[in-house]
């Protein structure tokens, strides 16, 4: 089982721009797909606007990375010789 598994991510791996393309294709059929398909209900008014949800997820994580990057690594950060004593 493990040797499968370990085949299947080495193939993975040896593709990995070729899946990058295909995701990034994905996403824009998505995204392309919202401009047609529009909530029923929307619960507020910039439900409506395509592609909202998508591009808010985007900034929302981008800013979460930033956040952890710069304001909480720095707090549990332990010194470089730390485990060596």
Known sequence: MTQILSQLLRRLHDRWKLLRTAFFIL???????????????????????????????????????IIMKKIIQPLIARKEGYYEQ
Do not use: Q, S, Y
């Not at 998505?30 to 439900?47: K, S």
């Open 27 to 65: 996403l824009a059929v998505l995204v392309g797909l919202n401009v047609f398909i529009r909530p029923h209900h929307a619960e507020f008014g910039f439900d409506t606007t395509p592609g909202f949800w998508g591009i808010f997820g985007l900034v929302i994580g981008l800013v979460m990375v």
